[in-house]
């Protein structure tokens, strides 16, 4: 799902992304019942979407806010639910806990920019590479281009090997993966499970 066709409500892809909070970390939440995304179909799936305030919340969650009770945490988010502009938040729990969030906010703010970006960088087309997300005006896969960063090769490295991107283009790759991941099965592999069709053996020489 795009980000501008969600208007506002983020997956929790784009919010592990956004908030940097690992996808188990963002499921623990809802568990916990700290948050409670709205849910809408999309097909047969069932799709959770996050409010901005919700993300503000798992964003400050990240930054230290789970070291705190659940009563205090809980008590954060619906805060945040009631004033969602807020720019910092007096709870107490033992004193008086000062929650900052006008600098959370604009590091988000910054965050859904390049994402913005990286989704504006790349098309798919049922009839370019098999609808495999491209950069938009190539045929080079992004998913390829994460996957060479994940396998240690260095923005030079590979600008080197595809001169026509530029380096925000390759430095977003990985953004783009983890924000909008593949639907689907992962791409089968038949020749994976078969036995091969002939064995030859040839004895090598002393």
């Not at 945040?80 to 000062?98: C, M």
């Not at 283009?169 to 593949?182: H, N």
Request: net charge positive; proline share 8%; hydrophobic share 40%.
């Amino acid at each position: 799902m795009t980000l501008k066709a969600q208007k506002g409500s983020y997956t929790p892809a784009q919010v592990s992304v956004l908030t940097g909070l690992p996808l188990t970390a963002v499921h623990k939440a809802i568990e916990y019942r700290l948050i409670a995304p709205k849910r809408i179909r999309e097909g047969k799936a069932l799709i959770r979407l996050f409010s901005e305030p919700q993300v503000l919340f798992l964003f400050l969650e990240a930054r230290g806010l789970r070291s705190l009770p659940l009563p205090v945490r809980r008590e954060v988010a619906k805060a945040l639910e009631r004033n969602p502009s807020v720019d910092a938040l007096h709870i107490s729990e033992g004193g008086v806990i000062v929650i900052e969030c006008k600098s959370a906010r604009r590091a988000i703010k910054t965050g859904l920019r390049r994402l913005a970006e990286a989704e504006l960088m790349v098309e798919s087309n049922p009839d370019l590479v098999l609808g495999t997300p491209v950069y938009r005006g190539t045929r080079i896969p992004v998913h390829a281009i994460a996957e060479m960063f994940a396998h240690g090769a260095t923005t030079q490295e590979i600008l080197d090997g595809y001169p026509a991107l530029t380096r925000e283009k390759i430095e977003l790759a990985p953004l783009y993966v983890k924000a909008f991941p593949r639907k689907g099965r992962p791409p089968a592999r038949p020749w994976a499970t078969k036995e091969p069709s002939r064995v030859s053996r040839h004895r090598l020489g002393s």
